[in-house]
């Protein structure tokens, strides 16, 4: 008898910590939504306000700048005042930024709106997967985590859906004049419906632990865990803030300056790799092969659809094979898709499906492994006190790194030429393979606490 009563609290429990854990990865929707819109705009956009190459990387890039601001931010504001109310906050910002996009007559406006919209979406990218990690039990955390790169690659499907249909509602005249604008406005909804709903979700058990309200994360706890293993959590979260000072020069410290080369290291090689590149730019890529504006509109929902599956096909692995065998294969099969990318347009053999075929490998191959990975793993890497601030200096990393990478795009494209840019990208993704095989470590299955003690013992 006791044993079904275990078994059906452990069902409670899950079903508990999933619907949060979707509750929070639906930053990664707003995330995924507002960095994938301008892909369907920024042609119009560039015939609206007369766009130099230069111009046209501002114009996706920009954003970027806001979510490195927010990234930064992120970790000192939620330690101070909790994930959830900076999440609120983010919320807001990411609904102004959205409507902002939509009205402005100047290409300055929408450059300051769009800033202000990627304020919100650095905040979430690197709150909503450190609050899923939070909140998780060790042996679910790698897809409860995942559930947030779930929600981006969602967010950029659908947006690739509400592209073409907007685009394809009337002629190329009223998206030059209006149809670019109810692309950005469309997001303001999804940005609502996250609002409303992080008002029902707890605040995360161990920043309220750290700010000595332990009582108050005891409910939240029992709840995930059960009586017995709530308690026990509580006190080696405890135990865990004991050991540590919280500071920021503690991460270069020989214990965890490890940690920090593999999230910093994993943060900037997922974005070097080159897959906003092709997120940002799919359907000026696709016309590079001689594909009619349509045709490439369409070519990118492909795009959105495999990224769509195959991060599924992530969250069923990542608990299973473990996050390094992941990114290992990942990164292996993202080289050679990049490099027959480079061969085909150095070659000139781009007619026919070839280089949609590849991109679409290359995009799975992404997908199954640096795509969750490795916001699972800069989740869950860092010790409880510094967390947060560990978190956002890495997610600061990526996001600079993805600024770097979507603002010299297309003038490396349009002076280098498409094979030598794959082929860029074909380079980095061997170093990843490298740098995984070296200096990654497999987490799977421990617990936070867990993974801060394992940079102790490879010191010593």
């Not at 000192?76 to 409507?99: M, N, P, Q, T, Y």
Request: proline share 3%; net charge positive.
């Amino acid at each position: 008898m006791s044993v079904q009563i275990d078994n059906s609290s452990q069902q409670v429990s899950i079903k508990f910590v999933t619907l949060v854990s979707i509750v929070a990865a639906l930053g990664g929707l707003l995330f995924g939504f507002d960095t994938a819109v301008v892909s369907g705009a920024v042609g119009f956009m560039k015939e609206r306000f007369t766009l130099s190459e230069v111009e046209v990387g501002w114009a996706v890039s920009s954003l970027i700048i806001g979510c490195i601001v927010g990234a930064a931010a992120s970790g000192v504001l939620s330690d101070r005042f909790g994930r959830k109310k900076v999440l609120i906050a983010a919320a807001l910002l990411f609904i102004i930024g959205s409507i902002g996009s939509a009205i402005p007559d100047t290409f300055t406006g929408y450059i300051i709106a769009r800033i202000i919209g990627g304020l919100g979406i650095g905040i979430t990218s690197t709150l909503c997967p450190l609050y899923n990690a939070e909140i998780a039990p060790a042996k679910y955390r790698g897809r409860l985590v995942a559930l947030n790169q779930f929600a981006t690659v969602t967010g950029i499907f659908l947006v690739y859906f509400i592209n073409t249909s907007i685009a394809n509602h009337s002629d190329e005249a009223w998206n030059i004049a209006s149809g670019w604008r109810w692309m950005f406005g469309f997001g303001a909804f999804p940005g609502l419906v996250f609002l409303v709903l992080l008002f029902f979700v707890p605040e995360s058990p161990r920043w309220l632990i750290k700010q000595g309200r332990a009582a108050e994360s005891l409910p939240i706890l029992l709840r995930i865990h059960g009586e017995e293993l709530a308690k026990k959590e509580v006190m080696e979260i405890k135990e865990s803030f004991k050991q540590e000072n919280g500071s920021i020069r503690q991460l270069f410290s020989p214990a965890l300056r490890l940690a920090l080369i593999v999230g910093v290291g994993l943060a900037i090689l997922q974005q070097v790799t080159g897959i906003n590149a092709v997120m940002y730019y799919a359907p000026e890529i696709f016309k590079q092969t001689g594909t009619g504006t349509n045709a490439a509109l369409t070519q990118t929902i492909l795009v959105g659809l495999i990224n769509f599956l195959f991060t599924i096909l992530a969250i069923w692995l990542i608990d299973k094979v473990g996050r390094k065998v992941l990114l290992l294969v990942g990164s292996a099969s993202m080289t050679i898709c990049l490099a027959v990318i480079g061969i085909a347009f150095h070659t000139g053999h781009t007619s026919g499906n070839l280089v949609l075929v590849f991109i679409l490998l290359y995009v799975a191959s992404f997908a199954v492994s640096l795509g969750p990975v490795v916001w699972v793993i800069m989740s869950e890497i860092f010790p409880n006190r510094i967390r947060g601030k560990a978190t956002a200096i890495a997610s600061m990393a990526l996001w600079i790194a993805d600024y770097v990478v979507s603002q010299t795009f297309p003038p490396l494209l349009s002076s280098a030429g498409p094979a030598i840019t794959f082929w860029i990208f074909g380079i980095l993704s061997l170093v990843t393979f490298v740098f995984t095989m070296r200096v990654v470590p497999e987490t799977k299955g421990r617990s936070l606490e867990e993974i801060e003690s394992l940079w102790s013992a490879k010191k010593a």
